[in-house]
């Protein structure tokens, strides 16, 4: 259940040209069919998957198969623009980093949501208590799971999602 978003052209050129060195500097090949990939991925909101992607790409192009768009996302992911995720469903969802750079999430179990949180109170809790145990935090990441506040709202996304 992906959603277009309006994003920036310009913001999407700037992911497309740092993807574009990336690709340069491994050696490889620009291709039209990865830089299909690319521009419609930075254009999708949310946390997407290979398959949701895929639907989105062969709208634009029907001959862009699976297999190109699953190693386009390893390699977005190798040049650091875009994050794996995996929220316990067995599924790997693709995000590309978002106007906060850093951010948290909560993950509805019932209906499989996920929502971005940033918190600075938590962030400096997190740096008080390494602190207080002589660590240094490099990186981090906080889930939480449980369900959604409105139980009519979820059961419908669920049902959404179900495709009934």
Known sequence: MTIRKEVAPEAVKEKERAFQKFIQTRGLKTTKQRN???SVFFGLKGHVSVEELLREVKAVNPRIGYATVYRTLHLL???????ERRFGDGLARYEGHSEVEHHDHMICQNCGQISEFYNPQLEALQ?????????TIHRHRLELYGTCADPE?????????EGI
């Open 153 to 161: 709202s979820c059961n419908n996304r669920k049902r959404e999602q």
């Open 36 to 38: 299909t990939i690319v």
């Open 77 to 83: 992911v190798e040049s650091s623009l875009v994050e």
């Open 127 to 135: 740096e008080k208590l390494a602190a207080e145990h002589d660590f």
